[in-house]
């Protein structure tokens, strides 16, 4: 827009100029124009980065750090990081009263992240739809999340979030609790594996590749309908997904493979290219992480595209041979190609839209239910009269619980809480105020992008006292004042964008941990590990726990 603008300003300018005494009056000079442009460029630049911000910004009052970089703002900070969320829990206790906390990143944007229960609120549900996601946030996530229902805002994303609740409703989800109790024997199986591998008896997993290989298989069943088996008796490869393949694909390449590609880069450039991204298109570049890069997500978008037609063929032909009903509609695909069906909810959805759905589900899905695996493993090594408690509530389930009977488990419940509270699998949501808005007596101007960080409010002191950082299932057996709101504890989101799988999740993940919980015994953790930054989930980095299997 401000190109736009200058542009035309200079046009105008020069022939303005061209009229001056001594000025050729037929020719209007490309020298003149190209020099009026960047003289009021820079000019608008000059006042958008270092006077703006500063000087007249209604957000300059507003509480926030000061420790910033010129011209850079916040971004080296970001990079030195230990955690995604370490700079956001910093503020917040270092302004524990202010409604929202104000910092600048690159080129001196200011960005604020809602820091009350009360701004939360106002942001996430009574004015949602005020805030889009960001357009920062779609461009460094279109690739692994496509054209999906998290990416999209307004009217289209109420259209879109109604149609696809059906395919997550508790009925729906029902279906999949054979898959999710037959891999979390798998997993079992696989646990045995790594004690026989080791010395036979104490057996040691890295949590966020294992957990993430297991989940993939389960969004593999539930979403696809296709068996990945990542984890399998120890086998590393996604043998059964060759089903899925297409000419001209790397037969090497599984889908655990190419979504590590953005959720944990193999190099620090890696990291910093995929948020870098957002702020200049820099996958062109010829170096080879933007190369694996590319190759991975265009990988992934081939692979599910071609499930997706075949699908559409397959349930076309059994439809018309009135072979096709509700019962074979055990997975997303397979839902979705039914209801798109003439007087079906999701009619008229097109390829790109459906892709993109199923993008986001296998990203997001997988990715947040292995990290809060990942840190429920951790807590239980860490914390022995935990897991006493747990094992002592999983032990006399039926050999497959359903989770109808798992729901009744009081401590399985705190402790699944606890962990989202302390580890809060996402690290930040990112918005954008479309239109002027005030929230909590702050004047937000349209374009000002916003960081939701669900650890703010999770780990606020003033919410949950003193020993907020402390890991206890137990404090949801006293919950007081701000702590019983719905906005103090938003590991899933709140309001109208609220994450569509959360069922889904807490099902397979209770599913898991009781497997787990009731066959084997988490001895100590290795503290050597490290928390993927940046980062937009709290991904630990070489998390090993050992385990010995419960033998009574």
Same mark, same amino acid.
């Given at each position: ?15 303005? #100029? ?8 037929? #020719? ?62 910093? @503020? ?383 404090? @949801? ?9 719905? @906005? ?56 090993? #726990? ?7």
């Amino acid at each position: 827009m401000e190109l736009l603008l200058c542009a035309g300003l200079a046009t105008v300018e020069s022939f303005l #100029v061209k009229r001056l005494p001594g000025q050729d009056t037929d #020719v209007v000079s490309i020298r003149t124009v190209i020099t009026l442009f960047l003289a009021q460029y820079l000019a608008v630049k000059i006042y958008r980065i270092f006077l703006y911000p500063k000087y007249f910004s209604p957000l300059r009052n507003v509480s926030g750090p000061t420790d910033g970089y010129f011209f850079l703002g916040q971004s080296p900070n970001f990079l030195k990081a230990k955690t995604p969320t370490e700079l956001y829990i910093k @503020w917040m206790r270092e302004h524990p009263d202010a409604p929202f906390i104000r910092y600048l990143t690159w080129a001196n944007t200011e960005v604020l992240v809602p820091n009350s229960i009360k701004a939360h609120r106002e942001v996430l549900q009574l004015q949602c739809y005020s805030f889009s996601p960001s357009q920062w946030f779609l461009r460094v996530a279109k690739e692994v999340a496509g054209r999906g229902v998290i990416m999209m805002d307004g009217d289209e994303h109420r259209a879109h979030r109604k149609m696809l609740t059906g395919s997550f409703s508790l009925g729906q989800i029902r279906k999949f609790e054979p898959i999710f109790q037959e891999k979390a024997k798998v997993l079992c199986r696989y646990f045995d594996q790594c004690i026989q591998d080791n010395d036979g008896a104490i057996g040691v997993i890295d949590c966020t590749a294992t957990f993430s290989k297991i989940i993939l298989d389960i969004m593999g069943s539930a979403i696809l309908g296709v068996d990945l088996d990542h984890v399998d008796s120890g086998k590393g490869k996604a043998d059964k997904s060759k089903t899925l393949r297409k000419d001209g694909l790397d037969e090497n390449q599984t889908f655990h493979g190419a979504y590590n590609a953005f959720f944990s880069p193999s190099s620090i450039l890696g990291q910093v290219l995929i948020f870098a991204n957002g702020f200049v298109p820099i996958r062109w570049l010829p170096i080879e992480v933007n190369r694996e890069y590319v190759t991975a997500m265009g990988w992934i978008h081939e692979m599910i595209r071609g499930l997706i037609r075949q699908r559409y063929q397959d349930v076309s032909a059994r439809t018309n041979e009135a072979e096709y009903g509700d019962k074979d509609t055990k997975d997303l695909v397979s839902f979705i190609v039914k209801e798109s069906m003439p007087d079906g909810i999701a009619e008229g959805i097109g390829e790109d839209e459906f892709l993109g759905h199923l993008l986001t589900f296998l990203a997001a899905g997988h990715e947040t239910s292995a990290i809060m695996l990942s840190w429920s493993a951790y807590s239980l090594a860490t914390n022995p009269d935990v897991q006493d408690q747990l094992y002592a509530e999983v032990k006399e389930l039926s050999p497959n619980p359903s989770f109808a009977e798992l729901d009744k488990l009081p401590y399985l419940e705190k402790f699944c809480k606890e962990s989202l509270r302390v580890y809060p699998p996402s690290g930040t949501y990112n918005r954008e105020a479309n239109r002027d808005v005030v929230v909590e007596g702050v004047h937000i101007p349209k374009g000002t992008p916003v960081d939701l960080c669900p650890a703010v409010t999770s780990m606020q002191p003033n919410v949950w006292g003193d020993d907020a950082a402390k890991f206890d299932p137990s404090r @949801w057996d006293r919950l007081t004042g701000d702590q019983t709101s719905t @906005w103090a504890f938003s590991s899933f989101g709140n309001g109208p964008r609220m994450c569509l799988g959360r069922q889904f999740a807490m099902v397979e993940i209770k599913i898991i941990l009781a497997e787990i919980v009731r066959n084997y015994r988490f001895v100590s953790a290795d503290e050597g590990f490290t928390v993927e930054s940046p980062s937009f989930t709290f991904r630990p980095r070489g998390l090993k #726990v050992r385990f010995q299997k419960i033998r009574e």
